[in-house]
């Protein structure tokens, strides 16, 4: 049974505005999270976090929030360019699983000009 | 610093061979796993292992052998690959909770 759940396959937006990925989860043993950027033909490379702890953490352009409760984080894109054209994984980890990664299906991100 | 380096990136194998796929990390990180990506699916667990000479099952295990006998390498062996194991293979090492990732092994099953 997915325990991460990633429910929109796409989106697309203009260049300038703000992307919104959402991501829900079941599980409520997760204590990190983290999203990874995927490129056609690449591995995923890491993003952006957040410990359980925390509802917030921002780097740059790019913010995480956590909403514990409704078991839901989102990732937001400020202002969103051409090159984070991407797949975006979510993916969820707990201590007791010695924090294997369990990951959503992926947003397909197309930042149009 | 070459991160993790997966070998072949593709390969193509008959219904009944058996290969392995080689993944190797310079960062001295103890944790390394095994990954699966399947078209419209998240990346699956295969096989992860804590050191060397520790390996565990993840969420995909069957039809697949995993070793550890360097903190370096950590390959993954296909017994007698099935076409259901078409599929993309990614390894990762982890320091804390970062994950780094190889750029994987694209493998088709005929």
């Known amino acids: 049974d997915q325990q991460v759940k990633q429910n929109s396959p796409s989106l697309s937006v203009q260049e300038g505005r703000i992307s919104i990925l959402n991501c829900d989860y079941t599980?409520?043993?997760?204590?990190?999270f983290l999203w990874y950027k995927k490129y056609p033909a690449e591995g995923p490379t890491f993003l952006i976090s957040i410990s359980s702890i925390k509802d917030k953490n921002e780097d740059g352009r790019f913010t995480v929030f956590l909403n514990k409760s409704a078991k839901h984080l989102s990732l937001h894109i400020v202002p969103s360019q051409p090159g984070d054209s991407a797949v975006y994984f979510c993916a969820a980890s707990h201590s007791n699983s010695g924090y294997a990664l369990n990951f959503g299906k992926g947003t397909s991100l197309l930042v149009t000009p | 610093n070459a991160g993790v380096t997966q070998t072949p990136k593709f390969q193509v194998l008959k219904t009944g061979q058996s290969m392995t796929l080689q993944c190797a990390q310079d960062?001295?990180?103890?944790?390394m796993s095994w990954y699966r990506q399947d078209p419209g699916m998240g990346l699956r667990l295969i096989h992860y292992?804590?050191?060397?000479?520790?390996?565990d099952q993840g969420e995909v295990p069957n039809g697949y052998n995993v070793s550890r006998s360097t903190t370096e390498d950590f390959p993954l062996r296909l017994l007698s690959a099935a076409p259901s194991q078409t599929s993309v293979y990614f390894c990762a090492s982890r320091e804390g909770y970062g994950y780094t990732f190889g750029s994987g092994t694209r493998l088709t099953v005929v």
């Open positions: 292992s804590v050191g060397a000479g520790i390996t």
């Open positions: 599980n409520s043993m997760f204590d990190y």
């Open positions: 960062m001295n990180h103890e944790y």
